[in-house]
């Protein structure tokens, strides 16, 4: 497919970083795509030639091990995952497995869906492994929080925002996105929540996010890597509270989100950069430097 737009997500960090183990090296970061296909290779039915497509984190899955047949391929035993075990996106071309492929249609820009296919997609399952609370959390409000509190609002909900310290553009932003509060992770909301999600990088935000939840409350780490997590006062899991973390995506979660994106009307945030930028992109992310998503074009 020739990419049209490929979404910068903190993974993409990780795996520059060397954080994930068993990477591919050399590798070409990037899987948030958004391209057209320009070829069709044999055996590939429904799909054409010219069609908008998206290519999302799971590239791949065996379709035989205990957790494919039980219909969680996140968990896969032997899975490729696009820009970490399999090419990505920051190119101006790529191939990928047609069976993981998602079609876009053609309401929105290139831009403005690329930042759905990991952020929306993992903030989406993070979403509904947190349950049906109407009071709930988000630590760190980047490109995944800036989707799913859109969502949770949409739901009903009331969101509350935790930013880094003191980064009170965050927190207008935040707020400017519906959240019913916005603050430090390091201050208690003003009620006690009954799930949060945590998408910042930092341990150290477990044992707060289990302090701010209500007995069987739930926290979600949607993060594929974190700092240690500092130890914590048995009490603070006692009365049922659960702490869960969410891997990838199926195929299934991408068909519901994509479904559900438009009637949402999700509006994304995005910095564009160009191919070449791809390195300042990736520098931005990690000081926080834009709101919402980066998303290079080619
Ligand atoms: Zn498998
Ligand atoms: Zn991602």
């Known amino acids: 497919m020739k990419v049209a737009a490929c979404g910068v ?8 970083d060397g954080e994930l183990p068993d990477p591919m090296v050399p590798i070409t970061p990037g899987h948030e795509i958004v391209g057209r296909i320009d070829a069709i290779g044999a055996g590939v039915d429904g799909l054409n030639l010219g069609e908008r497509v998206g290519i999302p984190w799971l590239g791949h899955t065996c379709g035989t091990c205990g957790y494919c047949v039980a219909h969680t391929e996140n968990l896969c035993d032997r899975p490729l995952f696009t820009g970490y075990t399999r090419d990505g996106g920051f190119a101006t071309a790529t191939i990928a497995d047609a ?6 249609g053609e309401v929105g820009t290139d831009v403005a869906l690329a930042p759905l296919l990991c952020a929306g997609l993992i903030g989406w399952r993070s979403l509904v492994i947190a349950g049906d609370g109407k009071k709930l959390g988000l630590y760190g409000f980047g490109a995944a929080a800036h989707i799913v509190a859109q969502v949770a609002k949409w739901q009903g909900r009331s969101v509350f925002a935790f930013t880094r310290p003191g980064d009170t553009a965050a ?13 430090g992770s390091d201050e208690m909301p003003p009620e006690s929540l009954d799930a949060a ?4 990088t930092v341990g150290s935000l477990v044992p707060l996010a289990l302090k701010a939840v209500h007995k069987g409350g739930r926290v979600v780490c949607a993060g594929i890597h974190m700092s240690d997590i500092p130890s914590f006062p048995y009490s603070l899991m006692w009365g049922e509270r659960k702490l869960v973390s969410v891997a990838n995506l199926t195929r299934q979660d991408g068909m519901d989100f994509l479904r559900l994106a438009p009637r949402l009307g999700i509006i994304t945030t995005t910095t564009t950069y160009s191919l070449n930028q791809a390195n300042r992109a990736l520098a931005d992310l990690r000081a926080g430097r834009f709101e919402g998503a980066a998303v290079l074009v080619p």
């Open 9 to 16: 997500c903190r993974t993409d960090l990780h795996v520059v």
């Open 197 to 200: 999600i945590i998408f910042a």
């Open 99 to 104: 069976r993981y492929a998602f079609p876009l």
């Open 171 to 183: 927190q207008a932003f935040a707020r400017r996105l519906g959240a019913t509060w916005a603050g």
